[in-house]
T-cell receptor
Framework: GAVVSQHPSRVICKSGTSVKIECRSL??????MFWYRQFPKKSLMLMAT?????????EQGVEKDKFLINHASLTLSTLTVTSAHPEDSSFYIC???????????FGAGSRLTVL | GDSVTQMEGPVTLSEEAFLTINCTYT??????LFWYVQYPGEGLQLLLK?????DKGSNKGFEATYRKETTSFHLEKGSVQVSDSAVYFC???????????FGKGNQVVVIP
């Protein structure tokens, strides 16, 4: 079945540094990937839609310059949290579906802790 | 905007008990409705779905019926097992574009 891998699964960084999280579709190609943020005891919030070969589409209220998304190939999307601060600490989850399909596969998530 | 509301708080129950998790939605048009499950340390997995009113989704003993009149999609299982311990998310999408709106999720703990 379709597998989505996220790396790293956990990352701790100092305030002010940037952190990159990768989302890979291992056995299928994905024109579109989605990035979610999950707060403690809260729902998953869609941050942006990552589009291969073009700019990401951000949801209202999500800072584009803070959360940089790059979808350079059909199997890889990256989320870079720039100049991270403690309030950016969260669980980030990506999802993807094979091009043309309507079934999403989710990664296991990446826990970011900013000190 | 479109939204999903799940009942508050974790759910703790004994093995073989009946499980219900309430989910209601607010959306214009005709959304598709989903239940996702997240086992510890794993990604979200699609549990079941329904794409139109009165459809019943079912999988692994879980069921949910799309009720347009009450805008609900409650999840039920007649006899839970310890292995059903997980977080369950209700979600909706429109336009078939995979942009999901999630509820807050419910932690379910099944004790032997």
């Amino acid at each position: 079945g379709a597998v989505v891998s996220q790396h790293p699964s956990r990352v701790i960084c100092k305030s002010g540094t940037s952190v990159k999280i990768e989302c890979r579709s291992l056995d299928f190609q994905a024109t579109t990937m989605f990035w979610y943020r999950q707060f403690p005891k809260k729902s998953l919030m869609l941050m942006a839609t990552s589009n291969e070969g073009s700019k990401a589409t951000y949801e209202q209220g999500v800072e584009k310059d803070k959360f940089l998304i790059n979808h350079a190939s059909l199997t890889l999307s990256t989320l870079t949290v720039t100049s991270a601060h403690p309030e950016d600490s969260s669980f980030y989850i990506c999802s993807a579906s094979p091009t043309g399909a309507n079934v999403l596969t989710f990664g296991a998530g990446s826990r970011l802790t900013v000190l | 905007g479109d939204s999903v509301t799940q009942m508050e708080g974790p759910v703790t129950l004994s093995e073989e008990a009946f499980l219900t998790i309430n989910c209601t939605y607010t959306a214009t048009g005709y959304p598709s409705l989903f239940w996702y499950v997240q086992y510890p340390g794993e990604g979200l997995q699609l549990l079941l779905k329904a794409t139109k009113a009165d459809d019943k989704g079912s999988n692994k003993g879980f069921e949910a019926t799309y009720r347009k009149e009450t805008t609900s999609f409650h999840l039920e299982k007649g006899s839970v097992q310890v292995s059903d311990s997980a977080v369950y998310f209700c979600a909706l999408t429109k336009y078939g574009n995979n942009r999901l709106a999630f509820g807050k999720g419910n932690q379910v703990v099944v004790i032997p």
